[in-house]
């Protein structure tokens, strides 16, 4: 497709349980980047990727978190155990130069609701 | 750490209105600085930009301009649509090679015809 693809765009589970979310960035765009909105706040950084590699995973809250891009194209962030306050839309980007242009391409989001 | 604050919402306005959104920032250095805007349905995308001081953003008539002696960058439009209506995020990313936006809470915009 011509944007970023997320999926899925909404994920409703259990507390405790395992969840996964899919991007899929703009074909040729070797920067991938996640961030975490919640409910009444800007987008929060999780983790940047450069081709493969996660160039900073700073952003992620805690070790039940952790992202991949195996391919240097389509990423997953893996969630582990999940807590209620884990709820929030998480938001995928792509750029083909890094964010400092600022041409970051973002997806819808994927909503995931933690019951 | 780095931040950025933006004035509270929501904001309505009739067509035809001046529209101010506030926004400051703190950081180190010489920050580069963003309005992002999101429409409903669809995913955040970038309205205009300045990466140093002085700068002016603008875009679809909007405008930005980069003051480092207030450490604001607010977004201007003289004339609003109905079409305007979104929310808009002030944004930076610090100077040094970081890749991480650091974005405001955002500020939602409805303008009326």
């Known amino acids: 497709g011509a944007g970023v693809s997320q999926t899925p765009s909404n994920k409703v589970t259990e507390k405790g349980k395992y969840v996964e979310l899919r991007c899929d960035p703009i074909?040729?765009?070797?920067?991938l980047y996640w961030y975490r909105q919640s409910l009444g706040q800007g987008p929060e950084f999780l983790i940047y990727f450069q081709g493969t590699g996660a160039a900073d995973d700073s952003g992620l809250p805690n070790d039940r978190f952790f992202a991949v891009r195996p391919e240097g194209s389509v990423s997953t962030l893996k969630i582990q155990r999940t807590e209620r306050g884990d709820s929030a839309v998480y938001l995928c980007?792509?750029?083909?130069?890094?964010?400092?242009?600022?041409?970051?391409?973002f997806g819808e989001g994927s909503r995931l609701t933690v019951l | 750490g780095d931040s950025v604050t933006q004035m509270e919402g929501p904001v309505t306005l009739s067509e035809e209105a001046f529209l101010t959104i506030n926004c400051t920032y703190t950081?180190?250095?010489?920050?580069?600085l963003f309005w992002y805007v999101q429409y409903p349905g669809e995913g955040l995308q970038l309205l205009l930009k300045a990466t140093k001081a002085d700068d002016k953003g603008s875009n679809k008539g909007f405008e930005a301009t980069y003051r480092k002696e207030t450490t604001s960058f607010h977004l201007e439009k003289g004339s609003v649509q109905v079409s305007d209506s979104a929310v808009y995020f002030c944004?930076?990313?610090?100077?040094?090679?970081?890749?991480?936006?650091?974005f405001g809470k955002g500020t939602k915009l409805t303008v009326n015809p």
């Open positions: 074909s040729g765009h070797t920067a």
């Open positions: 980007a792509s750029s083909f130069t890094g964010s400092h242009t600022g041409e970051l391409f």
């Open positions: 950081a180190t250095g010489y920050p580069s």
């Open positions: 944004a930076l990313i610090s100077q040094g090679g970081s890749e991480k936006l650091v």
